[in-house]
């Protein structure tokens, strides 16, 4: 099993629609977790880091449920620009390696 | 948050050769990280260099095929020795970042084409 696994995609949204995808994490003892952004042919960029209490950052709500294992990440409002892959990224508790779930694709349609 | 500097950007070498790529942090930090990315697939983690010892090295990732230096707190460069086309891939450096975003900065990554 990966240590951390997305659903890929794609999803196909009109401008102005909610979007909301969920990855899992293998590791129980797994500590951080981070939503980064990736652009075709660009490094992957920091959109947010998830909390325990859930986390909001403009139109971009994470959530992390720790009995189940999963983290979620929420877009209203889409826009044309929050097309891209997202990647969901665990680390685990005193362990600077971070595990990489393959990514979700967005694409938002005019 | 930290600034990286890597490069080249992309480069296209012939099979047997080595390339060098480097990343210059515009801080002083205490571990760097290098991932590779092949296409279509998420990152992977190589190694990681701390200052003034040996890299370590992930599962399936040996020191022959991938030397790393850390001569410096702000400085290291990877080398993938005698490449083979499954060698091409995009290579990216990384360093934790603290404050008040906490998270972890990646360089802008290397291209690489092995013919």
């Known amino acids: 099993r990966k240590e951390v696994e997305q659903d890929p995609g794609p999803f196909n949204v009109p401008e102005g629609a909610t979007v909301a995808f969920n990855c899992t994490y293998s590791?129980?003892?797994?500590?951080?977790f981070f939503w980064y952004r990736q652009d075709c042919r660009k490094e992957p960029k920091l959109l947010m880091s998830?909390?325990?209490s859930g986390n909001e950052d403009g139109r971009f709500t994470a959530q992390l449920n720790r009995a189940s294992q999963y983290i979620s990440l929420l877009i209203r409002d889409s826009k044309l620009s929050d097309s891209a892959t997202y990647l969901c990224v665990v680390n685990r508790y005193n362990d600077y390696k971070l595990s990489f779930g393959a990514g979700t694709t967005v694409t938002v349609r005019a | 948050s930290a600034v990286i500097s890597q490069k080249p950007s992309r480069d296209i070498c012939q099979r047997g050769t080595s390339l060098t790529i480097q990343c210059q942090v515009d801080?002083?930090?205490?571990?760097m990280f290098w991932y590779r990315q092949q296409p279509g697939q998420s990152l992977t983690l190589i190694a990681t260099a701390n200052q003034g010892s040996e890299a370590t090295y992930e599962s399936g990732f040996v020191i022959d095929k991938f030397p790393i230096s850390r001569p410096n707190l702000t400085f290291s460069t990877l080398t993938v020795s005698n490449m083979s086309p499954e060698d091409s891939s995009i290579y990216l450096c990384?360093?934790?970042?603290?404050?008040?975003?906490?998270?972890?900065?990646f360089g802008s990554g290397t291209r690489l084409t092995v013919v």
């Open positions: 998830v909390y325990s």
């Open positions: 990384s360093v934790e970042v603290t404050g008040v975003a906490y998270g972890y900065t």
């Open positions: 590791n129980s003892a797994s500590q951080s």
């Open positions: 801080s002083q930090v205490t571990m």
